[in-house]
């Protein structure tokens, strides 16, 4: 059964740093993988999506990998500011009846000092 | 293009109560879920339909019930709420895959938060 990790479950970062979130998962067949953002009391806001096919996806200051063979993905936040925090979701998408579905990591909480 | 709406926003049921939480997507997407969140916890698929009259399980079905009459609605329906039913619960929706090859994302709504008393 497909199981999604991520770690830390909390971060504290002061502003301008860069930072690097994980997520791993004990399947690698997987059909591609999402990150989310999450702001309290709200719903999930699509970062970055990666085929099964590529290595990493890149958009402004995020860069998310991939690397299957070992069951790892991780969230590059470059410069980090107070706006970037939220709790950072990664879902893998497994394949099952022809089909996919999303399995949810826990979460990473980060927040970014000013 | 408003995207997953969801409705109510916010709902408090006493026990045994039953409700229907509403999500409508205008993006003409065949497949469409419902998760919970709880605290500090990943989140849960309850059911899931890959189009208009197919309707599966998830990994927390039970105490909820679908229907998908329209490719746009995907009503979730609690029958006698009990308070493990406290949750927040988001409906999400995506594009059919191009087979093997490009797979797309989920679009979340904005969840409706439901408190079980």
């Known amino acids: 059964k497909q199981e999604v990790t991520q770690i830390p479950a909390a971060l504290s970062v002061p502003e301008g740093e860069n930072l690097v979130l994980n997520c791993s998962f004990t399947?690698?067949?997987?059909?591609?993988l999402q990150w989310f953002r999450q702001d309290p009391g709200k719903g999930l806001t699509s970062l970055l999506l990666i085929q099964s096919s590529q290595r990493e996806q890149t958009s402004g200051r995020l860069n998310a990998s991939l690397d299957k063979s070992s069951g790892r993905s991780t969230l590059y936040i470059a410069a980090s500011q107070p706006g970037d925090s939220a709790t950072y979701l990664c879902a893998v998408a497994y394949t099952t009846s022809g089909t996919y579905k999303y399995i949810f990591g826990t979460g990473t909480r980060l927040k970014v000092l000013a | 293009n408003a995207g997953v709406t969801q409705t109510p926003k916010f709902r408090i049921l006493k026990i045994g109560q039953s409700m229907t939480l509403q999500c409508t997507q205008d993006m003409n997407h065949n497949y469409m879920y419902w998760y919970r969140q709880d605290p500090g916890m990943g989140l849960k698929l309850i059911y899931y339909s890959v189009g208009a009259g197919i309707t599966d399980k998830g990994e927390v079905p039970n105490g909820y019930n679908v229907s998908r009459s329209t490719t746009e609605d995907f009503p979730l329906r609690l029958e006698l709420a009990a308070p493990s039913q406290t949750s927040v619960y988001f409906c999400a929706s995506r594009r059919t895959e191009v087979s093997g090859r490009i797979g797309y994302g989920y679009t979340f709504g904005s969840g409706t938060r439901l408190t079980v008393v």
């Open positions: 399947d690698s067949a997987i059909y591609n």
